[in-house]
């Protein structure tokens, strides 16, 4: 299993959408400063995830929620909690 997630900073006003297949450890590297692109926004706490089968549909999905429209659906329909209600 594969995963796209999303980790934000609130305070700092980051978002940052990425995938892989080892959810825990990589959220772990991000906290650590073991990820340069995300070292300046520690501490980032896991706000979504979703789970696909191969590495291949991880990574189009996560090259799709990084454009605009795909930032747009994230934060109005996935990251938003009245969205759900």
Known sequence: MYYVYCIENVEKNYLYVGS?????????????????????????KLTAYIGVPTERQARRLEKYVKTGSGKAILKKRILQTEALV
């Not at 990589?26 to 400063?33: A, F, P």
């Open 20 to 44: 892989t297949s080892n959810l825990s450890k990589r959220i772990e590297q991000h906290n650590t400063g073991r990820s340069k692109s995300t070292r300046p926004y520690m501490p980032l």
